[in-house]
């Protein structure tokens, strides 16, 4: 299975209120792809575990520009409180080189179990 981090976005992926999220690349996914969303995947320190919180599957996978976000779609990366703008100057602050025309992949996904404990960390 393939992994995914989400340390930007753990909690929310805890609480099973994140069911999109936007990257810089994953340009090959495909819907129906399982993923393993962890919390850090690449960079870690030698003897860092890594965190597994949860299987998901992807149901869609599209690319557009992240100023074409809408209202609804703030509220399924986790983030109800804050608008399109708001969201949009968080991603291009924690994406080097982002701006609100550059195209990113949007993934939706579904959670494999609805249970929200959090999985052992291995």
């Known amino acids: 299975m393939r992994l995914m981090s989400v340390s930007l976005t753990e909690d929310q992926v805890r609480a099973r209120t994140k069911t999109v999220t936007r990257r810089m690349g994953w340009l090959a ?15 870690r ?20 520009r992240l100023a074409l976000i809408t209202a609804e779609d703030v509220r399924a990366e ?3 409180d804050w ?7 968080f991603f291009c602050r924690s994406h080097r ?8 992949t949007r993934i939706q996904w579904r959670y494999l179990t609805d ?7 291995n």
Do not use: H, N, S, Y
């Open 97 to 104: 080189g982002c701006t609100p025309e550059t195209t990113v």
């Open 29 to 43: 996914l495909k819907p129906g792809t399982q993923l393993t969303l962890c919390r850090k995947v690449m960079g």
């Open 45 to 64: 320190r030698k003897g860092e575990p890594l965190v597994r919180i949860v299987d998901v599957v992807v149901e869609d996978v599209r690319r557009e």
């Open 115 to 121: 249970d929200t404990t959090p999985t052992k960390e």
């Open 83 to 89: 608008t399109p703008d708001e969201f949009i100057a």
């Open 78 to 80: 986790g983030f109800p």
